[in-house]
């Protein structure tokens, strides 16, 4: 059984200790723990000078983006087609990737797409970034409730750290 810890950058990301399971993480992850595969969603230019380094000293075996600007940073750029609109998973099964409004639902995605049967996940928390401090949250958490629930039905198992907004859902 393929199993994937799925890495954000949340509170909840010091519960997570190496498994041997295939790695996920995002952005500037590198800081903390070296990942088989990164996503980075955002544009470099929106990194801090320190993150963006981190970034830059990552050699994960993929790293993914729908921007082609991240492609003259890493050699092991792949292109990733972002699917519209926003929280649809209608093409989930076709070849583009799924999205919302935050980077740790394209990585579970991307989980699910590499073949993960089940996918544990850290760093998630939603706590106390600055972006979901108002009604982004529930944005957020509907489409991951939707995700959640397709994976499900496909018989992927869920595991949420703990201190996450996503525990929420009891599947």
């Given at each position: ?12 990301l ?41 970034i ?43 999205y919302?409004?935050?980077s ?21 928390d ?20 939707k995700?959640?629930l397709y994976l ?8 949420i ?6 525990n929420?859902?009891?599947?």
């Amino acid at each position: 059984m393929i199993k994937f810890d799925v890495l954000g950058l949340g509170e909840s990301l010091k519960e997570y200790k190496p498994s041997g399971n295939k790695t996920i993480g995002v952005n500037d992850i590198w800081k903390h723990y070296s990942v088989d595969y990164l996503i980075c969603i955002d544009r470099p230019s929106g990194f801090s000078k320190e993150r963006f380094k981190t970034i830059l000293n990552s050699k994960p075996i993929k790293f993914f983006s729908h921007l082609e600007d991240w492609k003259i940073y890493n050699p092991n750029f792949e292109l990733m087609i972002l699917t519209s609109p926003r929280g649809s998973l209608d093409n989930i099964e076709g070849t583009g990737i799924c999205y919302s409004n935050n980077s740790m639902f394209v990585a579970v995605v991307m989980a699910y797409k590499l073949g993960a049967k089940e996918i544990n996940i850290f760093g998630a928390d939603f706590n106390t970034h600055p972006n979901f401090q108002d009604n982004k949250i529930h944005t957020t958490l509907k489409d991951f409730k939707k995700l959640f629930l397709y994976l499900k039905s496909k018989g992927i198992k869920i595991n949420i750290s703990k201190g996450s907004k996503l525990n929420q859902f009891s599947f």
